[in-house]
Every structure is written in C-alpha cells, then in structure tokens.
C-alpha cells in the first residue's frame, strides 16, 4: 500500500519569498512517480511538477522545484520568489508504475497563504 | 478546447435521488479516473477505468455506478443520494506512461439535503 505524509496543514510566506511543502511518501514499489497539484480556491487540480524515482536530478519547472532525497522518501516542494497567486492548497501525490490503473493517492494537502 | 470537462458543475439535490455527473475528455488519453474530494479536501480515487475497461473499484457503495460508453468519456451515476454523498467529484485522465500526470477536470460540487 501507497501513503503520502504531508505534516503541514497550514503555511504562511512574506511575499518573494521562499517556501518548502513537506512531503514523505511510503511505498514498497521500486519504480514510482511523484506529483505535485495545486488547488486554489476556484477549486481546480492544476499539475505542478513530476519527479520520477529514476530520476537522476531534481525536476525544476520555473518557480517550483521539487527536492527529491529518496533514501528519506521525501519529495518536498519548493516555491522561489512566492507571489499572492501562490496562495492555494498543495497536493503531493504518488502513483506507481505496477498494474494498469497507476491511480494517483494524495496526501491531505498544506493550505498555503501569501502575505503582502 | 476544453482538455477535460465535466456537467454539471454544481448539484443540488434531495436525498434519495439519483443524478448523474458526465465526464469528457478531448485529449485522445486512454485511462479515466472518478476521484471523490470531501469536506477536509481529502481526494480519494474511486474508479479507474482503462480502455472502457474497469480497472478499479475503491470500496465505493454500489450505488455508484461509472459507465465508459467510449474512450473519451466516463459518466457516474449514483442511485439514493445520501447526505454522506455530499463532496466534490473530479473526473481526470492520462495517456499510459509512468510519467504522464493526471489532468483534471473542473470538479462537481454536489450537494444532497
């Protein structure tokens, strides 16, 4: 079975700022892969950043990069530069790559805020 | 151009109804998903289904029922709404590969009194 920690249920951040979204992840798969959504307030899933467990690198996509340290099974997000529109709820999510379905299972989610 | 859509977006309705929510995808993707959100934002799969075919099925009451007539397309229809049933559906899909994500459709907000 797949879980997802995340052990933050609420974060602020000053404007330009950095900030880092905990994420661990239990899984006994040896092939997986690693998501970030970001859900703001209109209610919609958008996809952040994919992080697979082969990955050699650290995936970056402009202001979020994802530090993946895989002995420790996290796979934390980080946000450079935070802007208001960042404002949002965060979901890590993991799928692996055994069977068809290779569903996504969420973790509860870190309700970010950006303070002017 | 809608890549994933889904009708309605909100419903409202009495308990012990039955009401269907649609579900198109326009991006030739071959996996479907139901994903149900609760009241803490908990989002939790419930059908997957791959070529028309069900993949799998949560423990999810039978009263839900997802029909795939085609590809792009994954209906649920839920028989005698309950209060508990009151949550947000999203609908999602992908192409097969490990790293292909998972796009969402906009969610049905649904609401049984």
């Known amino acids: 079975a797949q879980k997802i920690t995340q052990t933050q249920p609420g974060m602020f951040v000053q404007e330009k700022e950095a900030v880092t979204l905990d994420c661990t992840y239990d899984?006994?798969?040896?092939?997986?892969?690693l998501f970030w959504y970001k859900q703001p307030s209109s209610g919609e899933m958008i996809f952040l950043i994919y992080?697979?467990?082969?990955?050699?690198q650290n995936a970056t996509e402009g202001r979020y990069s994802l530090n993946f340290q895989k002995a420790r099974k996290s796979a934390n997000l980080v946000i450079s530069a935070s802007q208001l529109g960042d404002s949002a709820m965060y979901f890590c999510?993991?799928?692996?790559?055994?069977?068809?379905?290779?569903?996504?299972?969420f973790g509860s989610g870190t309700q970010l805020t950006v303070l002017p | 151009d809608t890549a994933v859509s889904q009708t309605p977006k909100y419903l409202v309705t009495q308990m012990g109804n039955d009401k269907s929510i649609k579900c198109e995808q326009n991006?030739?993707?071959?996996?479907m998903y139901w994903y149900k959100q609760d009241s803490k934002k908990f989002l939790k799969i419930m059908f997957s289904?791959?070529?028309?075919?069900?993949?799998i099925n949560e423990t999810v009451p039978n009263r839900f029922s997802p029909k795939s007539p085609d590809k792009a397309h994954l209906n649920l229809h839920i028989n005698s709404l309950e209060l508990g049933d009151s949550a947000v559906y999203f609908c999602?899909?992908?192409?097969?590969?490990?790293?292909?994500?998972?796009?969402f459709g906009p969610g049905t907000r649904l609401t049984v009194l």
């Open positions: 999602a899909s992908r192409l097969a590969g490990g790293q292909n994500e998972q796009f």
């Open positions: 899984t006994s798969d040896p092939s997986y892969g």
């Open positions: 992080q697979g467990s082969y990955d050699q």
């Open positions: 999510a993991m799928r692996s790559f055994r069977g068809s379905a290779r569903q996504l299972t």
């Open positions: 991006l030739g993707h071959d996996t």
């Open positions: 289904y791959n070529n028309k075919e069900l993949i």
